[in-house]
């Protein structure tokens, strides 16, 4: 039965997951930590197409893929957030909230806040942090006040909160999938992913918040409920920039309820952070300190002409255009259907992932829910591909080429895999069609 078989796959992940956390600090064990990723990480491909290949709603099946999820996630909430450092900084600014301060106003450094410069979390900031205010949008900010409010212990009550939040995007994805009258075990998808366990409940990226309300707005639409589409696409919008992209494909046409509520709501989160508005509650800040870190496509172009300011001039226009380009094909295509929704998603979480100069791991994220819809070999891969990134992270790391060369390498060639067999497809599909008006 697959219930039996993914409850053994499900031991052994929960098995990996233990190991992972008794490795300390992963940074110090590169080696080790990436042997049991890889380790882990085949245990979820098995555990997905096992989960693909049953064509049934088996309820226990999918009890057993939630209840590891859930295990694996609370696990890795309780293990030290080793492989980034970037919830501390959240802390630290809901720290500086907890103090009546609003932290898009004031750097770690600033003379203001030296009464708070003896904590434990201003010892933890990364260097390069100590000289920025805050960067996140303001739904984010709300989550760090909230997890360093009860004074005590606020990295792993942020952790906490954010595993939590992904627990509630299974839940969401379970709901969606059966909207869409798919089977719902191919939430394991999500629900099984490395990237998602250790990016949210072990390092508390805050893209696990995002995630919540953009699934939350997702299932909204589905179900004609353009308002709270619109409320959840602004309280994912200000949880973290990135989910924008998608943005054109929840909009339908000539509903103006949608980008009502979404105005309306992105202003009300604004309200508590007013007197940084001019800053644009970071982003300002993010616009003008974010590094090129990863990217693909642009990687590959410096390898042949070499880096130059002009190059990255060039290429961040670039970008910009193909996503502007992409999500104007998307609203044109956006007919009110949920394949149109769904596809929209899909292709615009791709292309921003493809384009990117910068791809931190938890990026990643923003397509992995979507995989259950559209299953892409390629994705699929960076979900665990980008892991190799962390590798120049550690200890004498840096400097380091072939993470990159073997992340992008097996991607591009699995997603061109991907480019002509869906041509071919199309392709044979004309010719059937054509046939049978000829016949």
Same mark, same amino acid.
């Given at each position: 039965?697959?219930?039996?078989?993914?409850?053994?796959?499900?031991?052994?992940?929960?098995?990996?997951?233990? #190991?992972?956390?008794?490795?300390?600090?992963?940074?110090?064990?590169?080696?080790?930590?990436?042997?049991?990723?890889?380790?882990?990480?085949?245990?979820?491909?098995?555990?997905?197409?096992?989960?693909?290949?049953?064509?049934?709603?088996?309820?226990?099946?999918?009890?057993?893929?939630?209840?590891?999820?859930?295990?694996?996630?609370?696990?890795?909430?309780?293990?030290?957030?080793?492989?980034?450092?970037?919830?501390?900084?959240?802390?630290?600014?809901?720290?500086?909230?907890?103090?009546?301060?609003?932290?898009?106003?004031?750097?770690?450094?600033?003379?203001?806040?030296?009464?708070?410069?003896?904590?434990?979390?201003?010892?933890?900031?990364?260097?390069?942090?100590?000289?920025?205010?805050?960067?996140?949008?303001?739904?984010?900010?709300?989550?760090?006040?909230?997890?360093?409010?009860?004074?005590?212990?606020?990295?792993?009550?942020?952790?906490?909160?954010?595993?939590?939040?992904?627990?509630?995007?299974?839940?969401?994805?379970?709901?969606?999938?059966?909207?869409?009258?798919?089977?719902?075990?191919?939430?394991?998808?999500?629900?099984?992913?490395?990237?998602?366990?250790?990016?949210?409940?072990?390092?508390?990226?805050?893209?696990?918040?995002?995630?919540?309300?953009?699934?939350?707005?997702?299932?909204?639409?589905?179900?004609?409920?353009?308002?709270?589409?619109?409320?959840?696409?602004?309280?994912?919008? #200000?949880?973290?920039?990135?989910?924008?992209?998608?943005?054109?494909?929840?909009?339908?046409?000539?509903?103006?309820?949608?980008?009502?509520?979404?105005?309306?709501?992105?202003?009300?989160?604004?309200?508590?952070?007013?007197?940084?508005?001019?800053?644009?509650?970071?982003?300002?800040?993010?616009?003008?300190?974010?590094?090129?870190?990863?990217?693909?496509?642009?990687?590959?172009?410096?390898?042949?002409?070499?880096?130059?300011?002009?190059?990255?001039?060039?290429?961040?226009?670039?970008?910009?255009?193909?996503?502007?380009?992409?999500?104007?094909?998307?609203?044109?295509?956006?007919?009110?259907?949920?394949?149109?929704?769904?596809?929209?998603?899909?292709?615009? #979480?791709?292309?921003?992932?493809?384009?990117?100069?910068?791809?931190?791991?938890?990026?990643?994220?923003?397509?992995?829910?979507?995989?259950?819809?559209?299953?892409?070999? #390629?994705?699929?891969?960076?979900?665990?591909?980008?892991?190799?990134?962390?590798?120049?992270?550690?200890?004498?790391?840096?400097?380091?080429?072939?993470?990159?060369?073997?992340?992008?390498?097996?991607?591009?060639?699995?997603?061109?895999?991907?480019?002509?067999?869906?041509?071919?497809?199309?392709?044979?599909?004309?010719?059937?069609?054509?046939?049978?008006?000829?016949?």
């Amino acid at each position: 039965m697959p219930s039996n078989k993914l409850f053994g796959l499900g031991i052994l992940t929960i098995l990996g997951y233990g #190991a992972i956390a008794g490795l300390g600090d992963q940074r110090e064990l590169p080696v080790a930590f990436q042997i049991i990723f890889w380790l882990v990480f085949v245990i979820y491909l098995i555990g997905v197409r096992i989960a693909w290949r049953t064509r049934t709603d088996d309820k226990r099946s999918l009890a057993v893929i939630l209840l590891v999820a859930v295990i694996i996630r609370m696990m890795m909430v309780v293990c030290s957030p080793t492989l980034s450092d970037d919830v501390y900084r959240y802390a630290w600014e809901g720290k500086i909230q907890t103090a009546g301060l609003n932290p898009y106003n004031h750097t770690p450094v600033d003379a203001s806040l030296k009464s708070l410069w003896n904590d434990p979390l201003y010892k933890q900031l990364c260097p390069r942090y100590t000289l920025q205010a805050a960067v996140y949008p303001p739904a984010a900010e709300a989550v760090f006040w909230l997890g360093a409010l009860p004074g005590i212990a606020p990295v792993w009550l942020i952790k906490l909160l954010l595993g939590l939040a992904d627990i509630g995007s299974l839940w969401l994805l379970v709901l969606i999938l059966r909207r869409l009258k798919l089977n719902p075990l191919r939430a394991v998808i999500y629900a099984w992913s490395p990237l998602a366990v250790l990016e949210i409940s072990q390092s508390g990226h805050i893209d696990g918040l995002a995630i919540l309300f953009v699934l939350a707005a997702v299932l909204a639409v589905l179900r004609g409920k353009d308002v709270l589409g619109g409320v959840f696409g602004a309280l994912a919008f #200000a949880a973290k920039i990135t989910p924008a992209v998608m943005l054109p494909a929840l909009y339908r046409k000539k509903d103006w309820r949608f980008p009502l509520a979404f105005i309306l709501t992105l202003a009300v989160t604004c309200l508590p952070y007013l007197s940084a508005a001019e800053t644009w509650f970071g982003l300002k800040t993010q616009a003008g300190n974010q590094p090129y870190f990863n990217s693909g496509i642009k990687g590959a172009i410096e390898a042949i002409i070499g880096r130059s300011i002009g190059l990255n001039n060039v290429y961040d226009a670039a970008a910009i255009v193909a996503l502007a380009v992409g999500a104007l094909v998307v609203w044109l295509r956006q007919d009110g259907s949920d394949k149109a929704t769904m596809d929209g998603l899909f292709l615009m #979480a791709a292309l921003f992932l493809v384009v990117t100069p910068y791809l931190p791991q938890w990026y990643v994220l923003l397509i992995i829910p979507f995989l259950a819809w559209r299953p892409s070999p #390629a994705f699929l891969w960076l979900s665990g591909g980008v892991m190799l990134m962390y590798v120049i992270y550690m200890k004498n790391g840096a400097g380091l080429n072939w993470p990159g060369q073997i992340e992008y390498g097996v991607f591009f060639l699995l997603l061109i895999g991907e480019a002509i067999n869906h041509t071919w497809q199309r392709v044979r599909k004309f010719d059937t069609s054509v046939a049978g008006l000829i016949g």
